[in-house]
């Protein structure tokens, strides 16, 4: 039973487009994250999500947006799509104090833009 | 502003030696700091971590080791195997709540039969 699960795993759509990536938790971890990794392959935290609460808001821009449902979903919207968004998106999850440990990621969604 | 460096993208190493991986922080608020392996097409999965307050953390054949003078640590694999051909991220957060992880940009380490 995967602990991080993330679809799709990969997702290739047009400019301009509208897309969401799902994530789903079965560690009852009360924060949950969204990063990406460009093409320099450099890991980059985008969000945070802790009770449903934005945590954490990176310089990110406003067509991305997390929406989460409950505790064990976060799902990542985004609008007008660009060639410069075109990365691997990883969904991770920790408990709320996670300290050194507890940080667990799902397996990444690639997506193309083109 | 990269607050975690790993300065060697890839490092080769003899199956059976030992792999040395290193990593340079510049925040002081780093509280935690956590070793990840990734294989191509997968998530990273979680290696190795240290706390500020330790100076040395052992599991297995992976031990980091914490120079919090220096904002240095290092991730030692003794001996290696053709299995730890992988990237290797450092990470550090400061661990207090939702604070999430900063990583460095990895270092590809292959192992040579």
């Not at chain 2, 199956?15 to 956590?34: A, P, Q, V």
């Not at chain 2, 297995?60 to 290092?74: I, Y």
């Not at chain 2, 299995?83 to 590809?108: I, M, N, R, W």
């Amino acid at each position: 039973d995967t602990a991080v699960s993330q679809t799709p795993k990969y997702l290739v759509t047009q400019m301009g487009n509208d897309k969401s990536i799902k994530c789903e938790q079965n560690l009852g971890h009360d924060t949950m994250y969204w990063y990406k990794q460009d093409s320099k392959k450099f890991l980059k935290i985008m969000f945070s999500y802790n009770n449903k609460e934005l945590i954490i808001n990176e310089t990110v821009p406003n067509r991305f947006s997390p929406k989460s449902p409950d505790k064990a979903h976060l799902n990542l919207h985004i609008n007008s799509l660009e060639l410069g968004d075109s990365a691997v998106y990883f969904c991770a999850s920790s408990p709320a104090r996670a300290g050194g440990y507890g940080y667990t990621f799902g397996s990444g969604t690639r997506l193309t833009v083109v | 502003d990269q607050q975690v460096k790993q300065n060697s993208p890839s490092l080769s190493v003899q199956e059976g030696r030992i792999s040395i991986l290193n990593c340079d922080y510049t925040n002081s608020m780093f509280d935690y700091f956590l070793w990840y392996k990734k294989y191509p097409a997968e998530g990273p999965t979680f290696l190795i971590s240290i706390s500020s307050i330790k100076d040395k953390n052992e599991d297995g054949r992976f031990t980091v080791f914490l120079n919090k003078s220096a904002k240095h640590l290092s991730l030692h694999i003794v001996p290696s195997q053709p299995g730890d051909s992988a990237v290797y991220f450092c990470a550090a957060t400061p661990g207090g709540g939702a604070d999430g992880l900063t990583f460095g940009k990895g270092t590809h380490l292959i192992i040579q039969p």
